[in-house]
């Protein structure tokens, strides 16, 4: 989901529902954010947490969560009926050009000197080398005979450009995925965010929202060159 969280029991509820749904176990259901700063949160726990107590619940406030696996449960039973054999399994790996770069920024003496956060103004801060990313896309796609059914993206990085907008949007990930969506609209895409704990955009983002596009059009570049690779 282009959600920025899912923790506690409302991870466990969603995995729940998909698999009620879907006629199989919770335990063969993952479920998976990519953190987008601009999106919805979902933790039933702390939502009960702070209503037993009396507080405002905040944004873990659950009824638009909720809204949303009414509709997952309704659209995952609607799929089941029309479900396809899968033939073919396809890998494809390319590398995704001025995207990722560290955060953490060591000194010589190998403690953490500075941090450069997803959306970086300084450009003493830019101009630091990307440190150690991994820069591949990898594309996993399922087909029936020639025909795609779903493709699945992953890329380590934080997926901001710029945020706190109050306006919720995929950021530029989800501009990624949508132009590839277009360009192989026979398959769903699904994109997913990979190990980015010490991962964003930073050298090659100043936080200015024309550097959406230009992110998303170099990630949804590499998301090709992965496609065209695949075997």
């Known amino acids: ?36 700063h601009d999106a919805p949160d979902c933790d039933f726990s702390a939502e009960r947490i702070l209503k037993g107590a009396g507080l405002e619940a905040m944004s873990y406030e659950g009824t638009f969560a909720r809204e949303t696996l009414r509709r997952l449960d309704v659209a995952v039973r609607a799929a089941v009926k029309k479900s396809m054999p899968v033939t073919h399994v396809g890998l494809g790996v390319a590398k995704v050009e001025k995207v990722a770069s560290n955060r953490r920024i060591p000194g010589p003496d190998g403690k953490i000197r500075a941090v450069r956060y997803t959306a970086t103004a300084d450009p003493v801060l830019r101009a630091e080398s990307e440190g150690i990313i991994d820069p591949e896309v990898s594309l996993v796609s399922f087909w029936n005979t020639n025909r795609p059914l779903a493709v699945l993206s992953y890329y380590a990085t934080h997926p901001q450009s710029y945020y706190r907008t109050g306006i919720p949007n995929p950021d530029f990930p989800g501009v990624a995925r949508f132009q590839r969506q277009l360009a192989v609209p026979g398959a769903l895409h699904v994109h997913f965010n990979g190990a980015g704990g010490n991962i964003g955009a930073g050298k090659y983002n100043d936080g200015s929202p024309e550097n959406r596009g230009i992110l998303a059009g170099r990630l949804a570049d590499g998301m090709r060159r992965a496609w065209e690779a695949t075997v």
């Open 1 to 36: 989901l282009d959600w920025i969280g899912i923790g506690n029991e409302g991870h466990d509820v969603f995995r729940e529902t998909l698999a009620a749904a879907a006629g199989t176990d919770a335990t063969r259901v993952a479920v998976h954010t990519l953190h987008q």
